[in-house]
């Protein structure tokens, strides 16, 4: 188990269900982020938090609302989501923002099927 | 941020060296090198970092060259569970500029019997 743990591993849901993802980071780390791994296609970036505060947001669809409440949690909240919006989603944290010797620290993602 | 680009893919043998070149013309001043690992449904795991020369660790070597418009990893007699997909990444990850996809597409490696 890697310092960012994420929950749940798999979720399948309809089109009209409301869910959350969370991640929780025990690395005492600054920043935190949300990617989206599509099949077979490169990560993308949807969020970035430092220190609670969201500074990147890569025009992700409003079906998508991010909270994070503290620097160790991250949550990704998931209504009326589209079969397309199926992905593995994946947390990050890392030790600062805007840095270019960043390293991130990734969780094992979640499995988001949409029905 | 700094755009990459490498190799899709690339297959080798046991035992064998790998070396994964990756392209960033527009590596900023301030901006490190990094690469990571990727299996199949998992997250990205770190490998090495480094900002000019050669960098080494228990698993990898970095090279890069003084112009710093390229990056080489190194991997030494790889081995079946080498198998996975290589990022090379310029600068900030979260700095996305507008673009998603600070990621690119990674190499695909396959380790052979």
């Known amino acids: 188990e890697t310092g960012v743990t994420q929950t749940p591993r798999h979720l399948v849901m309809g089109m009209t269900n409301k869910k959350s993802l969370k991640c929780e980071q025990h690395?005492?780390?600054?920043?935190m982020y949300w990617y989206k791994q599509s099949a077979k296609k490169p990560l993308e970036l949807m969020f970035v938090?430092?220190?609670?505060?969201?500074?990147e947001n890569n025009s992700v669809p409003s079906r998508f609302s991010p909270e994070c409440p503290n620097s160790s949690h991250l949550f990704l909240h998931l209504h009326t989501l589209q079969p397309e919006d199926s992905a593995l989603y994946l947390c990050?944290?890392?030790?600062?923002?805007?840095?270019?010797?960043?390293?991130?620290?990734f969780g094992a993602g979640s499995r988001l099927t949409v029905l | 941020l700094a755009k990459t680009t490498q190799p899709i893919s690339m297959d080798s043998y046991e035992g064998q060296e790998v070396n994964i070149t990756c392209s960033h013309n527009n590596i900023a001043t301030n901006d490190y090198i990094t690469w990571y690992q990727q299996f199949p449904s998992q997250g990205p795991r770190f490998i090495i970092q480094g900002y000019k020369t050669k960098v080494t660790n228990e698993v990898a070597s970095l090279f890069i060259p003084a112009d710093r418009k390229s990056s080489t990893l190194s991997l030494p007699r790889v081995s079946l569970s080498d198998t996975a997909v290589y990022y090379c990444l310029v600068g900030d990850p979260g700095e996305a500029a507008g673009n998603k996809l600070t990621f690119g597409g990674g190499t695909r490696v396959l380790v052979k019997p």
């Open positions: 690395l005492g780390h600054n920043a």
């Open positions: 990050a944290s890392s030790q600062e923002v805007m840095s270019g010797a960043n390293v991130l620290t």
């Open positions: 938090y430092s220190l609670e505060e969201r500074v």
